[in-house]
């Protein structure tokens, strides 16, 4: 047994309970724990935790981040998750949930700084980190035992401490062989967690999981994997891999891989996030096409700066929408050229949006996306549409004085007419 005090980061070859150096309680303990090298880090309830650390009246109360009452949650703290509030929830489910939550507008540009926070301490470690979204990421610390004098849990164990102490967040660390049991690792130890979790004992922790435990198996496939018999993860060890191909194609492969525990996924520093979007909720359900226009241009604003802040851009534009019964709708085209540009994504959304706008049917939700994502390297040439060169030196130059000056200092006519609209 080898044990590992996650607060001194004293590592002993024997099983305790108490720290023998610095007699604390925060050990965890496991046969392989000095041999593995592939983690999955999550901070906990990330954007409620920095606002409970910038605002500490917060800290006892159950928090929702999110939009209005006609909104939904961004995501919530613990306490609030106790009374069964949960992510994409529309609100006035969860305030009936917890009517004691306050809830408080998401505040990115305060989030994607600690992330960056974070993800500087990670790239310290090891330079295979691999980012799943801004709170999470994968990294492979093999052969970093030299480098840093530590094992590799014990260097997540002091990347733990360092996050908590500098960024004011704490992270939930799971620690295996491959990406799919560290990640399934660090869902079981939450929050402020590190769990263990080794391929030779995979098979047996996974068995008596229902099929949904599995990461990536959604409600509607765990209710349709229950209708084909496999309610449990081991229902589907024990399946023939040519069934479960013949079920459900690429995906039974998947499956049976994931069941025994199997991933051959490298950590990648290159497999970045596949798509930057926003969204709204409207006050009220709307047909009104000039109102859903105006959220458009916004979202597309805030779609391009966030696409701008991480060095990508996209070829293809993702209209979302969702009617007032709750029915998604979802229109995608590909560009000619890839963009960053807000000027782009609505000219592209726009036309998208009148058609789906064009009868009666009223929608509670707008979102606007870009997919297919590269990095930036300078703005695309559209021979079809020859202006968008001049229209891109005209954002470009119209981000600059927002960065110095604020985001009132430039605005199009169209924002400008919405700001009055919204003074009014």
């Given at each position: 047994m080898v044990s590992l005090c996650r607060d001194c980061l004293a590592v002993k070859t024997e099983d305790f309970d108490r720290c023998p150096v610095c007699f604390n309680l925060r050990v965890v303990r496991h046969p392989a724990l000095a041999i593995l090298s592939i983690a999955h880090v999550d901070c906990d309830a990330f954007y409620a935790a920095v606002e409970k650390r910038d605002n500490p009246e917060l800290r006892d109360k159950p928090l929702i981040v999110g939009g209005g009452t006609r909104g939904v949650v961004t995501t919530c703290c613990y306490q609030a998750r106790l009374y069964g509030v949960r992510s994409a929830m529309p609100m006035f489910r969860a305030l009936k949930l917890c009517p004691d939550a306050v809830v408080v507008p998401p505040n990115f540009s305060k989030y994607h700084e600690a992330g960056r926070a974070i993800r500087a301490r990670m790239d310290a470690l090891t330079p295979l980190v691999q980012p799943v979204s801004i709170d999470e990421a994968y990294l492979d610390l093999s052969g970093?035992?030299?480098?840093?004098?530590?094992?590799?849990?014990?260097?997540?164990?002091?990347?733990?401490?360092?996050?908590?102490k500098q960024v004011g967040v704490t992270v939930s660390i799971g620690l295996s062989s491959n990406k799919f049991l560290a990640k399934t690792a660090s869902e079981l130890d939450k929050p402020r967690g590190f769990a263990v979790l080794a391929p030779e004992e995979a098979e047996a922790f996974l068995a008596d999981k229902p099929a949904g435990f599995l990461h990536g198996v959604g409600p509607k496939f765990a209710d349709s994997l229950a209708k084909d018999g496999f309610h449990t993860v081991g229902d589907i060890q024990h399946a023939g891999l040519k069934d479960l191909i013949r079920r459900y194609g690429e995906t039974g492969e998947w499956l049976k891989r994931c069941a025994h525990g199997r991933d051959t996924r490298p950590v990648s520093p290159h497999d970045d996030r596949k798509s930057v979007s926003s969204e709204t909720t409207f006050s009220e359900d709307t047909a009104d096409l000039a109102l859903m226009e105006d959220h458009l241009w916004r979202l597309s604003v805030k779609t391009a700066d966030r696409a701008k802040a991480e060095g990508v851009v996209g070829v293809v534009v993702t209209l979302k929408l969702k009617t007032s019964d709750f029915r998604p709708v979802t229109r995608r085209i590909s560009l000619h050229a890839p963009t960053q540009l807000a000027q782009e994504v609505f000219r592209t959304a726009r036309p998208l949006l009148a058609k789906e706008a064009a009868g009666r049917v009223k929608y509670r939700l707008i979102g606007v996306g870009l997919s297919g994502l590269s990095p930036y390297h300078s703005d695309g040439v559209d021979l079809i549409d020859p202006k968008v060169a001049k229209r891109a030196a005209a954002e470009r130059a119209s981000d600059k004085a927002r960065a110095k000056f604020g985001s009132g200092a430039v605005m199009t006519g169209r924002a400008a007419r919405m700001a009055k609209k919204d003074e009014g």
């Open positions: 970093t035992e030299r480098l840093h004098g530590l094992p590799p849990a014990a260097s997540l164990a002091r990347l733990a401490l360092e996050v908590e």
